[in-house]
């Protein structure tokens, strides 16, 4: 008996931890519901990876835009005759707001 007790307090926290919790969701589920939970488990993951790739996906899309978006802005206010390198976006679209607006009123 003392050989079991060693061989048990020699198995690492974790795995006790899990022991236990197998113990438990055996317990409450019963044997025949663990397959349906772990399939449940396995589509749930799934679907959370699918969420964080699209999520990905859609971030690199909104990076690539503001770039698009930055260089459009240049274009439109070199041929309006603004100078855009010292300033930032939102100077940049205020600037061209205000050449347009200039034009329309004269």
Known sequence: MNGIHNAILQ???GYEILIIIVI???LFFGV???PELARSFGKATAEYEKARIEAK???AQIKGTDK???EKLEEIA???GIDYTNKNDDDLRKAIEGAVNKEKNS
Do not use: Q
Request: no cysteine; proline share 6%; hydrophobic share 50%.
């Open 32 to 34: 025949k519901k663990i």
């Open 78 to 80: 070199e041929s309006l």
């Open 11 to 13: 198995v690492p926290v």
């Open 57 to 59: 996906k859609e971030l």
């Open 24 to 26: 438990i969701v055996v």
């Open 68 to 70: 698009i978006g930055r």
